[in-house]
Each structure stands twice: as structure tokens, then as C-alpha cells.
């Protein structure tokens, strides 16, 4: 069983403070939240310190969720915090375990691995509405099974 998870993406803007969000509300549902860390991180820095993008926001407020987190890179110290690091697509998982200190214990996994049929959480930056909506539902699955598999 997982105590403390790390979503991963390229900018920590759209996808992955996405599901740290989702996540947070599945952990609280569950009456969890003081024992599991959840928290999101980007491969890249360039909107550090930034809300996540408006757009994402107001796909989340549609379904129900508030977006607090502000954009920070993934830091070394990550690699020894969290039991388990999620990258939203193969790039990203690549990146991470190039990261990764060899001593490091952190599990990396793709998105992938918990949604059906397998599939990464596409980057909806420079797309439409449709990949917005696309990533709550890809997620909110990937989140239910990470609680089921993961942490429960
Ligand atoms: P995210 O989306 O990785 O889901 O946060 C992106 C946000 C910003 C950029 C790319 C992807 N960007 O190139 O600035």
C-alpha cells in the first residue's frame, strides 16, 4: 500500500494538477486524507508559480472540482518523498526515470497502466475543449483504480 503519490506531466498547468485534484477528493471521500500525500509536479519549470491554465480550471469547476495547485518542477527530493510517481504519458516517464537518482525508491508508472483500454493522458495545451473534457474522464478512471490498487 502507497502512503504518498506524485502525478507527473510536461507542464504542471493542465493534466497533472488534474488528477492531484481528483485524487485529493477520492482520498477525502474515503475519510483518508491524513494518510496519503498527494501532490503534482511538471517535467519542465517554464510556468512555475502559475494556477493551472483557465481553461482547465473551468472544465474541472463543470465537474465539480477546484484547482488549487500552482505549477513547481519535479525536484530531486521528490524521488525519495513519494512511494509512487505517475507520468501522464511515455515522454514523461521517460523524463522521470531519467531523473530518478539510482538510490531512489519511488515507484514510476504511466497513466496507462490504470485505465482501460491502456492508453497515455494526451497533453490538451494546444487542442480544444474536447481534450479538456477528455482528461477529467481518463482521469477520474485512472484515479478510482489507483485507489483501489494502490492505496486501499
Ligand atoms: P500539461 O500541459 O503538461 O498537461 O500541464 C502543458 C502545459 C504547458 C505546455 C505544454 C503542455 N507548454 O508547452 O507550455
Known amino acids: 500500500m502507497i ?4 502525478f507527473v506531466c510536461l507542464g504542471n498547468i493542465c493534466r497533472s494538477p488534474m488528477a492531484e485534484t481528483i485524487m485529493r477528493e ?12 498527494v501532490d503534482s509536479a511538471g517535467i519542465a519549470n517554464y510556468h512555475e ?6 481553461r482547465m ?7 465539480g472540482y477546484d484547482i488549487l495547485h500552482r505549477s513547481r518542477p519535479v525536484l530531486e527530493e521528490d524521488f525519495y518523498k513519494f512511494d509512487l510517481i505517475v507520468g501522464m504519458d ?18 514510476i508508472e504511466m497513466v496507462a497502466k490504470y485505465v482501460t483500454p491502456p492508453q ?6 494546444y487542442g480544444g475543449a474536447e481534450g479538456f ?10 484515479c478510482e483504480n489507483i485507489l483501489k490498487h494502490e492505496i486501499l
Open 3 to 6: 502512503k504518498s503519490i506524485l
Open 26 to 37: 477520492l482520498i477525502l471521500e474515503r475519510g483518508m486524507a491524513d494518510q496519503v500525500m
Open 49 to 54: 508559480g502559475e494556477r493551472a491554465d483557465s
Open 57 to 63: 480550471r473551468s472544465h474541472a469547476a463543470d465537474h
Open 90 to 107: 511515455s515522454s514523461n516517464v521517460r523524463d522521470l526515470e531519467y531523473k530518478r537518482p539510482a538510490d531512489s525508491e519511488s515507484r
Open 120 to 125: 497515455p493522458c494526451p497533453d490538451p495545451y
Open 133 to 142: 473534457e477528455f482528461v477529467i474522464t481518463l482521469l477520474e478512471e485512472a
